[in-house]
Structure formats: C-alpha cells, structure tokens
C-alpha cells in the first residue's frame, strides 16, 4: 500500500503518509476511490495518535 500510495517504501514515509496507509489498508476500495475521505480519516488518525501520546506523558509521576 505504501507504493501505491506513496511511491516509497513505508520506512520512508512521514508520519501522515503512514497513517494513509494505515487507514487506506482498512478499506482498500472505498479510501482509494476517493481520497479527500482517505485524507480526512489520516489527519483524526494522526491528531488521535498525538493526543494519546500528549496524554501518556501528563500521567507519568
């Protein structure tokens, strides 16, 4: 998928080209077909995955 998307390897990919990925791999059919919803979905992934992390690291003691 990372070719397809991107045309790199996915160790090459920035933290938003994973997260297409990732979210294109759910749904091959329907993200590739229309990809301003693939861009939607990549950007709440990433927004999610820092505000988790954001999150980790106020709880620590």
Known sequence: MSQRLHKKPITELSEYEIAEVVVACRGPTR???????????????????????AEQFTSLP
Do not use: A, C, N, Q
Request: charged share 50%; proline share 0%.
């Open 31 to 53: 993200y590739l077909r229309d990809r301003e919803i693939l861009k939607r979905h990549s950007e709440d992934l990433v927004r999610m995955t820092r505000s988790s992390e």
